[in-house]
């Protein structure tokens, strides 16, 4: 092939432009506020999966963050209450003591399965151990009454409540 007719021009790339301190600081700002906002979302979504969940933030004083239940002593034998164990104890460790038919009103932790299930050993007040009532409420449940006669052997097993 011969050499291309002379009003043919050659491609040549444009200069390169340099960056200005100005044009710096807006490319500096626009990857920030991305940044921000990517952090602004996946806060978002983790409150939204915890409310989701059931379970409202880790602030203890937030009602979505336990549940508000009661131990009722159904049998015909006072029994002593003590030994809390588990996520969101916040009973005193010092014992209670249930007249038959008398309750006591505790928090049990919100989002708790197995072991992290917030339970307390039940005995009478001469020492025999009745079991523990653990409670598994996977939302925030409020109002669910947990008679002694459902304590169980285990601290990992659920006591049922009656409603």
Same mark, same amino acid.
């Given at each position: 092939?011969?050499?291309?007719?002379?009003?043919?021009?050659?491609?040549?790339?444009?200069?390169?432009?340099?960056?200005?301190?100005?044009?710096?600081?807006?490319?500096?700002?626009?990857?920030?506020?991305?940044?921000?906002?990517?952090?602004?979302?996946?806060?978002?979504?983790?409150?939204?999966?915890?409310?989701?969940?059931?379970?409202?933030?880790?602030?203890?004083?937030?009602?979505?963050?336990?549940?508000?239940?009661?131990?009722?002593?159904?049998?015909?034998?006072?029994? =002593?209450?003590?030994? !809390?164990?588990?996520?969101?104890? #916040?009973?005193? &460790?010092?014992? *209670? /003591?249930?007249?038959? @038919?008398?309750?006591?009103? =505790?928090?049990?932790? !919100?989002?708790?399965?197995?072991? #992290?299930?917030? &339970?307390?050993? *039940? /005995?009478?007040?001469? @020492?025999?151990?009745?079991?523990?009532?653990?409670?598994?409420?996977?939302?925030?449940?409020?109002?669910?009454?947990?008679p002694v006669s459902a304590a169980q052997p285990s601290r990992d097993t659920a006591a049922s409540p009656t409603r």
């Open positions: 092939m011969g050499n291309p007719p002379v009003q043919w021009v050659r491609y040549q790339p444009p200069p390169k432009r340099e960056r200005t301190p100005r044009g710096r600081r807006l490319i500096l700002l626009v990857l920030g506020c991305g940044l921000v906002l990517t952090a602004v979302g996946w806060l978002a979504w983790a409150e939204v999966a915890m409310l989701a969940s059931g379970c409202g933030s880790n602030d203890p004083t937030d009602p979505m963050d336990y549940s508000a239940v009661a131990i009722s002593n159904d049998t015909a034998v006072p029994v =002593v209450v003590d030994g !809390c164990s588990g996520l969101y104890c #916040d009973a005193p &460790s010092t014992p *209670v /003591t249930l007249q038959p @038919g008398q309750q006591d009103q =505790v928090h049990a932790a !919100c989002g708790a399965s197995g072991r #992290d299930m917030t &339970s307390w050993r *039940v /005995t009478t007040t001469t @020492g025999t151990s009745l079991g523990y009532i653990a409670v598994d409420t996977p939302r925030s449940t409020s109002n669910l009454i947990f």
